[in-house]
């Protein structure tokens, strides 16, 4: 079991590094993607930073901590654009008939699929997450760090990573019933990680049970500044479940992962 | 020459109407998000009940109103004309007896005519319904309402015609088109309104004509604007109407020399 | 293990909804779907045993495909079992795919973007192939199928002969006891159609590789494949060797005969232009005549060939004989449209 995830990892290893040789031949073109990302990335991150010049606070969060909270959800949701590419244009490989071919071979479909590509350009939010960042810092200079912090705001965002990615592996999941909706879940999903750029108490009570209990996104970026902000957590839960983050996101991983499986078997069933 | 090109319009008008699910899953978009920043406002007033002279219900409005326009005057993200450059179809387009700017003018006033009823309407009325945004009561409002987002509507059609007919010479149309939308959407207020633009910026913002395509049309519709600065705003509009079409026509008429010169 | 696959009985039901124009039709289908039930493969029974070379033929929408997606683990069956190198295909389908190769004519596994020797270099840990075992075999396959020449050259770039070159060379990295063409030689040109011919009769005969083909090419069955499986509406129709379908439904043969220029000039003629054969034997037609050659055309069942040999000898002179087989494209094709085996399929 352990040698099949180390095998399948070096092989997604592989298939990222042909998918970023291919991309790296068109240097000049790669370059302004990202250029034009990051652009209209920080637009939109200046846009919400204007507010506040008639504004003291969002709900009591000052202008400093809702750039902490953009930077860590640019960051988190950023790397799982990169990542889960290739999850996200799954619609196109089942439009093209070609996950025949990827059943055809001896290694995991869902490896497959999400090697299949690897988007550089998102960089470019990256790189709005770490202006984003920079801004945030300067604007709060009573922050100090801690060693429980960095923990905290590194699994944050490898938590928010891995949830944002489960649920574009759920979304392509629905290909294998309809490409027809495809937009649909699209706007949903890239919707939802917006939401996540701001407090959560802005949003109606269910939305917020919804993003911590059953869509579990804000584990990825409100819950963890919350704790780096020394801010009491939603619903009066204690600061101890900033740590639980990896453990939600996991268990979401699982919930996509046995979705996914019952989707390839469905295909198996009834063909394309 | 005129029948031709209502009939353009038509025919523009009915081929979005076969993208159905296309559209709903805009429409459910364009609802989403103005569902994220209308709750992102009310929970900015809780701090203040009136800022840069809106109140939370002006700025709701106004955030529901941009959501709803959008579609119709910026379009960002909207290539068609660019894809026929680089297909070389344009060229079959351009030696057609009719005016080619003029052509892809009936074109685009056709789907905002689509947008119009199909998105724009129910994305209002979503606003109505969720957040109470209400409308204005006078007629008058209204009237001025109409005839500022005509003018915004073409302002936009002009705008997207030239970042997309760029492409016939410049390489990297796509992205200089990305940036182009991008800066036009800012500027118009469809990110944050204009009025919360610090005042510096805020300064420079009034006379771009971005600030014709969706802030004006909705300062009106806030009853935001009367008397001298009203008249004011509606001659930029329209100044910078006439400005974009007049440059957009020479653009256009300098792709066709270039075209039949050296054949695309 | 001398058999590669066995199959009994297998069958493919498909359940179609019908699909309602208009949104609120989209909406009612969801709710209330309209199901059509399709019958895709009915009882199909196969033993194909290490090292044959077998033709798939079929009209399109047969079940050809529906066949091979099954054979493969793609496709659950509705019912029937099967067996495949020993393996269960659906339940053991990433341990199957190790053990066989597939080359679909019209979609390429290769990577578009990519020059074809780091395609076929990826493919080495896709199909977990040690190291040396790999460097052998692309070595013997660049040799035999001559892609030196366009190793370097990105997939997009190639030609259609070129990418389907490397497409089997892709398919056989891996040493895979059993290989699927799906119409490998559609679109090629005689000699590239002659290349892949010749290669794949080499691998039959160098590597044991179990081959099964789909085409609808004809020469592609008689040049390859001893044994030709036709099958249509879901069933197997024709199990067994092409000649023996050839002879039992060939219906119509042509005997080329060249006689002595100066009888042929001095035979009389008809309205057409034709000479004019006294007593032809019943069943004989004169298809066509140009001095010195005159061709007829026979059935079988009216008169054997000898027999008709023997007549011609006994009243003109002889230069030579020669026999036409008539195509197997214009046998299958009398099959499909009169549903010759079709009656007795349901025996």
Redesign the interface.
Known sequence: MLSNIL?DL??YR??IG?QLR?QA?YKFNLLIDVGTYLFVTTMEFFGVLFYFGSFKSILGWTIGEVALLTATASFGFGLAEMIGAGIDSFDVTIRR??F??L??????AFI?VIGSDFRLRRLGRLTQGCIAFAIGFVLLPGFHWTPAKLLILLLGIASAAAIFVSILLMSATLCFWTVETTELFNSLTYGGREMMSYPLTIYHQLLQRFFLFVVPLAFGAYIPVCYLLDRPLPFDMPAVVAFASPLVALAFTLVAGAVWRFGVYHY????S | MLRFYIEVARTAFRRQLIY?WANLAGLITNAFWGAIISYLIIALYHARPVAAGYSVQDTLRYTWLAQAMIMIVLTFGWYDLMLTIRSGEVISDLSKPCDFYWYWFSREFGRDLYYLLFRGLPTYVSGMLLFSAGIPGRLDVWLLYAVSFLLGAMLGIAYRFLYNVIAFWVVEARAVGGMAGAIALFFSGGYLAVVFFPPWLRAIADWLPFNGLLNVPAEIFLGKLSGGDLWLNLARQLVWLIVLTLVARLVAAAATRRVVVQGG | MTTMIEAEGLSKT??VARRRPG?IGSLRSVFDPEVRVVPAVQDLSLNVGRGEMIGLVGPNGAGKS?TI?ML?????PSGGTMRVAGLNP?QQ???L??R?G?V?GQ?S?L?W??PLI?SLR?LR????VPEARHSANLANLRALLELDEFMDTPVRQLSLGQRMRGDLAAALLHDPELLYLDEPTIGLDVVAKARVREFLLAINAERNVTVLLTTHDMDDVETLCPRMLIIDHGRKLYDGTVTAIRERFGGERMLIAILDPAEFAALARDGNGLPILGDLPAGVTIASADNPKIALSFRRDAIPAHELVAWLGARYRLRDVTFHEPEIEDVIRRIYEEGLLLAEAYV
Not at chain 1, 103 to 108: A, K, M, Q, T
Not at chain 3, 72 to 76: D, K, R, Y
Not at chain 3, 125 to 128: A, G, I, N, S
């Open positions: 095998s070096s092989l592989r298939l042909m291919t031949q008939g070609e025949d071919r059943l055809l071979r001896p290694v995991s497959q198996q069933g009834t063909g | 159905r | 498909f359940r949104l529906t997606k493969t683990g793609i496709l659950v659906v389908r990433r341990e795919a190790s066989i597939v679909f979609r596994q990577w973007d990519l780091d990826l840990h896709l199909y977990r």
